[in-house]
């Protein structure tokens, strides 16, 4: 008998260790195979509408960051601590700004509630419920009561579940209060918050989701979010607060952009019929017809746009990359340089600028051209470094200047930001640590990368490991 009960022991362990696993998946998905949009325009709009509700929530601006994820779902999430992810599919869905500001209001309750790294609160207890479950049905089964064991187990599982999603219920009920007080201590209407859950009832209805009770649920249903709230922001003095229309005009024209780069052709049109002269139809149809390979009505759209915003940089700087993707490389150079210009330097937008005078060199054939591409987006990432893009410009350039070890520096820097396979990245910043001073500035950021691979080599071996465990045993 000790054989068997060491193996079914080792077979607990190994359940337990799966259960763990997934529970630990589940929880890091939201943040993983997912495709980060990046827009100078988009991100400058969600800093504004975050700025005031940052502050109703004391949080330290500087530590808050807010991502676009393309995907189509209606959805936001926060993940790795003070991260907040707006899928494209919840901006697109959103017509009002002040939806918008209701769900920021609520995604920044998370942080400032701690309910990403509170998450083992919840999952403790229910991880405890699911080890005695199984060691009671284990003990069941090595009595000879099998099915006995199999329903403790089952049981045990369930009763876990439900304390997960309870616990999580608890932690969105949680949010949306805090996120109701923010909205009220910043002076913005509640009213966008409240459409915006009208507007999830209304898919919920149409699935057919049954409104009786949310046991079965992550998140609260939409109508008792709406009775729990109603109360809350109808008495704030805020409720009547009229939407700034300046960030409605700005919410519009993003949107639009979004619409126009995400969707066909003839879905654009459909949405944007070529009499609707808004910028914001402007945008979306410059940005379908340029995806559709119509680059002269493409410019016309934008053009229309600078013609009634000279001084605008986000304008100009879909001109330069319809002309720039669109093989008029020189042609694009002005209108970048503007744009850069008037946005003081935007690092996306430098970027592609950077772009542009690298193509112009002829692969350094115009020294000139190669030097300030070089200077350009090495300012860039000094910016913004989480910008693999210009990491592979700037690594043409040392490449072409013959500087292998600040090339294979580039190199480590764009497949680490990229998630590439960590192996190659500790390579790329061995190889630059070679052959670069040692102690300068760049020896020391390839040493960082060098070790943060290994670091992640090292993660995912134990992850590995982890997973074929439960198959052995």
């Known amino acids: 008998m000790p054989a068997p009960r060491l193996r079914l022991g080792n077979g607990i362990v190994g359940l337990l260790a799966a259960l763990l696993l997934v529970l630990a998946q589940l929880a890091a998905a939201p943040a993983r195979a997912q495709s980060i949009l990046r827009d100078a325009e988009t991100e400058a709009l969600l800093r504004d509408i975050a700025a005031p509700l940052i502050a109703a929530a004391e949080l330290d601006p500087r530590s808050v960051q807010i991502l676009l994820v393309g995907d189509s779902s209606i959805n936001a999430f926060v993940a790795g601590g003070q991260n907040v992810f707006f899928h494209s599919g919840l901006l697109v869905a959103a017509k009002d700004v002040n939806q918008v500001q209701g769900v920021m209001a609520h995604e920044l309750g998370h942080i400032a509630g701690g309910h990403a790294v509170r998450w083992g609160e919840g999952a403790g207890p ?23 064991g199999l329903a403790a187990i089952m049981a045990g599982q369930q009763a876990a579940q439900a304390k997960i999603l309870s616990f999580n219920r608890e932690q969105e009920s949680r949010a949306d209060q805090a996120g109701a007080a923010y909205l009220n201590r910043a002076g913005i209407s509640g009213r966008g918050m409240i459409s915006f859950f009208e507007q999830l009832q209304g898919e919920e209805y149409r699935l057919a989701i049954p409104q009786t009770n949310s046991y079965n649920r992550t998140h609260p249903l939409s109508g008792e979010r709406i009775r729990a709230l109603d109360n809350v922001l109808r008495a704030s003095p805020s409720w009547n607060a009229p939407v700034d229309a300046e960030l409605q005009r700005r919410y519009d024209r993003v949107r639009g952009k979004l619409i126009g780069f995400l969707y066909p052709l003839e879905t654009v049109l459909e949405a944007y019929p070529e009499t609707d002269t808004s910028e914001a139809a402007r945008f979306a149809r410059a940005y379908a017809f340029h995806k559709a390979a119509f680059p002269e009505k493409a410019l016309a759209e934008v053009k229309a746009v600078v013609a009634r ?34 946005s003081r330097g935007e690092p996306l937008i430098a970027g592609m600028l950077g772009h542009a005078l690298l193509q112009a060199s002829n692969d350094g054939a115009d020294a000139a051209k190669l030097a300030e591409a070089e200077q350009v987006l090495r300012a860039v990432v000094q ?18 200047k013959g500087d292998a070890p600040r090339a294979a520096l580039a190199s480590a820097e764009r ?22 001073p040692r102690g300068t500035p760049d020896f020391l950021r390839a040493e960082d990368i060098a070790l943060a691979s290994q670091g992640e080599i090292e993660r995912l071996r134990l992850r590995d490991r982890d997973r074929q465990e439960p198959q052995r045993r």
């Open 309 to 342: 915003r000279p001084d605008d940089p986000y304008a100009r700087e879909l001109e330069g990359q319809i002309l720039l993707e669109s093989g008029r490389v020189e042609e694009a150079i002005a209108p970048l340089r503007r744009a850069v210009e008037l």
């Open 415 to 436: 497949i680490s930001l990229s998630g590439g396979d960590p192996r190659v990245a500790r390579q790329a910043a061995r190889t630059a640590m070679a052959g670069l």
């Open 126 to 148: 229910a991880s405890t419920i699911s080890l005695l479950s199984l060691i009671l049905g284990a003990a069941a089964m090595a009595a000879g009561a099998g099915d006995a």
């Open 383 to 400: 910016r913004d470094g989480r910008n693999p893009f210009a990491w592979r410009q700037l690594g043409t350039i040392y490449e072409l």
